[in-house]
């Protein structure tokens, strides 16, 4: 149960950061919501989604420290 809440949290927190115009709130959401999700993701040892949250994430601490 406690990994669907961190996986939903971490799907709420990626949405925000969609809507949200401050760049680097924007940025913070990703990454923690990225972190979230795949955590969730290894709870389910999904062995498509796993990956492509790592990647995710990877992308958004590039963007994270390409505008900084």
């Known amino acids: 149960m406690l990994f669907k809440i961190l996986g939903a949290i971490g799907m709420i927190m990626i949405s925000y950061g969609i809507i ?17 999700l795949l955590i969730y993701s290894i709870s ?12 995710f994430i990877i992308a958004s601490v590039y963007k994270f420290y390409k505008t900084k």
């Not at 389910?44 to 990647?55: A, E, H, M, V």
């Open 44 to 55: 389910l040892r999904d062995p498509i989604f796993i990956p492509l949250q790592i990647i």
């Open 20 to 36: 949200t115009k401050n760049s680097s709130l924007h940025d913070w959401l990703f990454i923690g919501g990225g972190i979230l």
